[in-house]
Protein backbone atom coordinates (compact mmCIF):
# COMPACT_ATOMS: atom_id res chain seq x y z
CA UNK A 1 0.00 0.00 0.00
CA UNK A 2 1.43 3.50 -1.05
CA UNK A 3 1.37 6.19 1.62
CA UNK A 4 0.24 9.42 0.62
CA UNK A 5 2.87 12.19 0.80
CA UNK A 6 0.11 15.00 0.24
CA UNK A 7 -3.22 15.38 1.05
CA UNK A 8 -6.26 16.41 -1.46
CA UNK A 9 -9.15 18.43 -1.37
CA UNK A 10 -12.70 16.51 -2.42
CA UNK A 11 -12.58 18.92 -5.27
CA UNK A 12 -9.35 17.75 -6.34
CA UNK A 13 -10.16 14.39 -6.02
CA UNK A 14 -12.96 15.30 -8.57
CA UNK A 15 -11.11 16.44 -10.85
CA UNK A 16 -9.48 13.44 -11.25
CA UNK A 17 -12.02 11.65 -11.89
CA UNK A 18 -13.62 13.68 -14.04
CA UNK A 19 -10.56 13.70 -16.33
CA UNK A 20 -10.57 10.30 -16.44
CA UNK A 21 -14.02 10.34 -17.46
CA UNK A 22 -13.88 12.52 -20.17
CA UNK A 23 -10.64 10.71 -21.75
CA UNK A 24 -12.33 7.81 -21.32
CA UNK A 25 -15.50 9.65 -22.89
CA UNK A 26 -13.20 11.08 -25.89
CA UNK A 27 -11.14 7.87 -26.59
CA UNK A 28 -7.76 9.58 -24.72
CA UNK A 29 -5.33 8.12 -22.88
CA UNK A 30 -6.05 8.05 -19.32
CA UNK A 31 -3.77 5.16 -18.05
CA UNK A 32 -1.13 7.54 -16.82
CA UNK A 33 -4.09 9.13 -14.37
CA UNK A 34 -3.49 5.79 -12.37
CA UNK A 35 -0.75 4.38 -9.77
CA UNK A 36 1.44 2.04 -10.89
CA UNK A 37 0.26 -0.29 -8.43
CA UNK A 38 -3.76 0.41 -8.28
CA UNK A 39 -6.52 -1.86 -8.45
CA UNK A 40 -9.27 -2.27 -10.67
CA UNK A 41 -12.45 -4.22 -10.69
CA UNK A 42 -14.86 -4.28 -13.92
CA UNK A 43 -18.30 -6.70 -13.62
CA UNK A 44 -17.38 -10.06 -15.55
CA UNK A 45 -13.99 -9.20 -16.30
CA UNK A 46 -13.09 -9.32 -12.69
CA UNK A 47 -10.21 -7.67 -10.46
CA UNK A 48 -7.01 -5.88 -12.32
CA UNK A 49 -4.23 -5.47 -10.38
CA UNK A 50 -1.38 -3.38 -11.42
CA UNK A 51 -1.06 -0.91 -14.41
CA UNK A 52 -0.49 -3.55 -16.80
CA UNK A 53 -3.86 -5.50 -15.65
CA UNK A 54 -5.69 -2.63 -15.97
CA UNK A 55 -4.32 -1.92 -19.44
CA UNK A 56 -5.67 -5.25 -20.58
CA UNK A 57 -9.45 -4.90 -19.33
CA UNK A 58 -9.71 -1.94 -20.67
CA UNK A 59 -8.55 -2.84 -23.92
CA UNK A 60 -10.91 -6.66 -23.55
CA UNK A 61 -13.64 -4.63 -22.50
CA UNK A 62 -13.14 -1.33 -24.13
CA UNK A 63 -12.97 -3.10 -27.61
CA UNK A 64 -16.78 -3.88 -27.33
CA UNK A 65 -17.73 -0.09 -27.21
CA UNK A 66 -18.22 2.18 -30.63
CA UNK A 67 -18.52 5.17 -28.13
CA UNK A 68 -19.80 6.36 -24.37
CA UNK A 69 -20.93 9.41 -23.33
CA UNK A 70 -21.55 10.25 -20.02
CA UNK A 71 -24.00 12.99 -18.29
CA UNK A 72 -21.85 14.64 -16.10
CA UNK A 73 -24.85 17.03 -15.25
CA UNK A 74 -26.51 14.30 -13.38
CA UNK A 75 -23.66 12.61 -11.28
CA UNK A 76 -24.51 12.11 -7.91
CA UNK A 77 -21.03 13.09 -5.92
CA UNK A 78 -20.79 11.20 -2.44
CA UNK A 79 -17.19 12.04 -0.34
CA UNK A 80 -16.02 10.21 2.23
CA UNK A 81 -14.11 12.97 4.20
CA UNK A 82 -10.81 11.17 2.83
CA UNK A 83 -9.37 9.49 -0.45
CA UNK A 84 -12.78 7.44 -1.25
CA UNK A 85 -15.31 9.26 -3.68
CA UNK A 86 -17.97 7.58 -4.76
CA UNK A 87 -20.00 8.91 -7.95
CA UNK A 88 -23.30 7.70 -9.68
CA UNK A 89 -24.36 8.64 -12.70
CA UNK A 90 -26.02 7.63 -15.90
CA UNK A 91 -24.48 7.13 -19.33
CA UNK A 92 -25.58 6.39 -23.20
CA UNK A 93 -23.82 5.10 -26.22
CA UNK A 94 -22.83 2.11 -28.82
CA UNK A 95 -21.88 -1.17 -27.96
CA UNK A 96 -20.89 -3.69 -30.54
CA UNK A 97 -24.23 -5.74 -29.63
CA UNK A 98 -26.17 -2.19 -30.40
CA UNK A 99 -27.18 1.19 -28.48
CA UNK A 100 -28.22 1.78 -25.06
CA UNK A 101 -29.23 4.97 -23.47
CA UNK A 102 -29.78 4.88 -19.35
CA UNK A 103 -33.90 4.61 -18.64
CA UNK A 104 -34.77 3.29 -22.29
CA UNK A 105 -35.78 1.03 -20.98
CA UNK A 106 -35.41 1.29 -17.35
CA UNK A 107 -34.57 -1.60 -16.41
CA UNK A 108 -30.94 -1.35 -19.21
CA UNK A 109 -27.75 -0.49 -19.36
CA UNK A 110 -26.95 2.38 -18.76
CA UNK A 111 -26.69 3.54 -15.08
CA UNK A 112 -23.49 3.06 -13.16
CA UNK A 113 -21.73 3.92 -9.49
CA UNK A 114 -18.05 4.11 -9.22
CA UNK A 115 -16.13 3.54 -6.57
CA UNK A 116 -12.95 5.37 -6.57
CA UNK A 117 -9.82 6.36 -4.09
CA UNK A 118 -7.21 9.18 -5.27
CA UNK A 119 -4.18 10.03 -3.38
CA UNK A 120 -1.31 12.10 -4.47
CA UNK A 121 -3.33 12.83 -7.57
CA UNK A 122 -3.60 9.60 -8.83
CA UNK A 123 -6.26 6.51 -8.87
CA UNK A 124 -5.48 4.03 -6.25
CA UNK A 125 -8.55 2.10 -6.61
CA UNK A 126 -11.34 1.90 -9.51
CA UNK A 127 -14.52 -0.14 -8.57
CA UNK A 128 -16.90 0.26 -11.60
CA UNK A 129 -20.07 -0.93 -10.75
CA UNK A 130 -22.77 -1.07 -13.80
CA UNK A 131 -24.85 -3.84 -16.50
CA UNK A 132 -22.52 -5.19 -18.68
CA UNK A 133 -25.00 -6.07 -20.85
CA UNK A 134 -25.39 -2.97 -22.76
CA UNK A 135 -28.00 -3.47 -25.53
CA UNK A 136 -30.02 -5.44 -23.49
CA UNK A 137 -29.91 -8.74 -25.10
CA UNK A 138 -29.33 -10.67 -21.83
CA UNK A 139 -33.19 -11.08 -21.35
CA UNK A 140 -34.32 -14.71 -21.26
CA UNK A 141 -32.29 -15.52 -18.07
CA UNK A 142 -34.47 -13.13 -16.22
CA UNK A 143 -38.35 -13.74 -16.32
CA UNK A 144 -39.15 -10.81 -14.78
CA UNK A 145 -38.39 -9.46 -18.52
CA UNK A 146 -40.20 -12.30 -20.05
CA UNK A 147 -43.61 -9.81 -20.03
CA UNK A 148 -41.75 -7.22 -21.66
CA UNK A 149 -42.38 -6.04 -25.36
CA UNK A 150 -39.04 -6.21 -27.22
CA UNK A 151 -40.11 -2.28 -28.62
CA UNK A 152 -39.71 -1.80 -24.67
CA UNK A 153 -36.06 -2.75 -24.99
CA UNK A 154 -35.35 -0.15 -27.89
CA UNK A 155 -33.38 2.48 -27.60
Not at 26 to 47: C, I, N, Q, V
Not at 103 to 115: I, K, Q
Amino acid sequence: MTVATHSMTDEQRKSVILDYLTRLDSGRDFFELFADDATLYFPKWGMARGIDQIRQCFTETGNMFEEIEHHYSEFNWVFSGGDVVVVEGTSHGRHRDGPWRAGSPEWGAGRWCDVFEIRDEKIHRLFIYLDPDYAGRDVDRYPWLADRSDAARAV
